[in-house]
């Protein structure tokens, strides 16, 4: 049996092989007749182009997102475009990345070319743009509960290998701080992490501070916001398709898009401008259309394969909860976690509100203790959120109510138990932190 040629050898043939493949020399080309801030226009690929597809022009790069019968729209990737008038544009498939597990510990823009200075990224398989979900009687149970070390998640809304949960909050209220504290969690193989429409100048601290020596185990993929919004629109994409090619290795991912509703402003960018009208506070139909299908292909996948578990951060604009994005991601996903402004001003950082907050999947996570208690720390915590008003203005006797009393008593210290920064210790065992904290607290008021 011959040796396998050299690796040298094997580029040469390669090479040699495309001059003999006519396919390869021979192009099907069209020329720009139109330039706009955000689209061209072009026409001779109508009938050989698809939605999706990759046209090159020189040195830039548009995607296929309309196409008529004399002339298809493209929406440019790069910022600022030489284009001219007349300039040729060619056809050059579906967009694919070629994620690998050498990928791990590098940053990645929205194509899939390094951005962190490293050295060329080893290629791996090739996975289209439009990977499909496993259908859903293919897919693994979700049933196996996991510990992402920060307390009030754990024990108000715990997650599941496989789960899908948002992160909900107005803008500064300590999103990305808490998805951070969600990256460097030890129950996952890898994390893969879409930094999507975020300020430039936060990413390299974000990547180096936050996650620190997660990053070992990490694969970043960066849109900012001073991006086209091309860019921001695919790099949820991208995220996805390296998550799902370490999913399909067995690994158990962790994805994390922040933020999904920068995706969908991109979006609503590039449907408008291609003509679409809106249907919803300016956002297209087709927002509602792409969100499912992006966040359906999270979650378990098939029975011997690894799984995905997604958290991603939702921007509730102006504070208004029933935003039509929100109102369709909470639809989709498997609970949803409240950052509450008024929690954030008082200092309690991670400021989740356990009372507006739920985990779909919580019941697989806690034992039937645990669930009795999270139900009784809940009703105490509501009870004690209800009557606020009552003891502000001093009409509360102590002594007339006695689970109003155990409210009072033991609310505070539960809050001051939930408080958690991003350098802390992480809690392997919640509960039991919590129970401490309650007793130590018992013990300083019997000696006071």
Known sequence: MPDAPAPALQA?????GRFVNEEALLRRGGKVVEISATHLKIRGLSDVARLGHLLELGDARA?????????????????T?????????????????????????????????PV??????????????????????????????????????????PLCFGQRLGIFAG???????????????????????????????????FLEDTIGQAMEKTVAVVATSDESAMMRRRAPDTAMRVAEHFRDKGHRVLLILDSITRFAHAHREVATGAGEPPVARGYPASVFTELPKL????????EGSGSITAVLSVLIDGDDHNDPVADCVRGILDGHIVLDRALAAQGRFPPVNPLTSISRLAPKAWTPEEKVLVTRLKSMIARFEDTRDIRLLGAY????DPELDQAVRQVPVIYDALVQAPGDEKSPDPFAALAKHLKAQEAQNAAA
């Not at 030489?82 to 940053?107: K, L």
């Open 397 to 400: 006797q102590p002594g007339l």
């Open 116 to 157: 962190d200075g490293g050295p060329f990224l080893v290629r791996g398989e090739a996975r289209s743009r439009r990977s499909e979900p496993p259908s859903a009687l293919s897919r693994q149970r979700v049933d196996t509960g996991l510990r992402t070390g920060v307390r009030v998640i754990d024990i108000f809304t």
């Open 63 to 79: 995607e296929v997102v309309k196409i008529e019968t004399d002339h298809l729209l493209a929406a440019p990737y790069e910022r």
């Open 171 to 205: 803008s500064g209220v300590g999103k990305s701080t808490l998805l951070a504290m969600l990256a460097g969690s030890d129950a996952f193989d890898t994390v893969v992490v879409g930094l999507i429409g975020e300020r430039g100048r936060e990413v390299r601290e």
């Open 12 to 16: 040469l043939a390669d090479l040699v």
């Open 81 to 113: 475009l030489s284009t001219r008038i007349g300039d040729p544009a060619f056809d050059t498939g579906p967009a694919s990345i070629e994620p690998h597990e050498a990928w791990r510990g590098r940053v990645v823009d929205a194509l899939g070319q």
């Open 295 to 302: 966040l359906e292909r999270a979650g378990p996948g098939r």
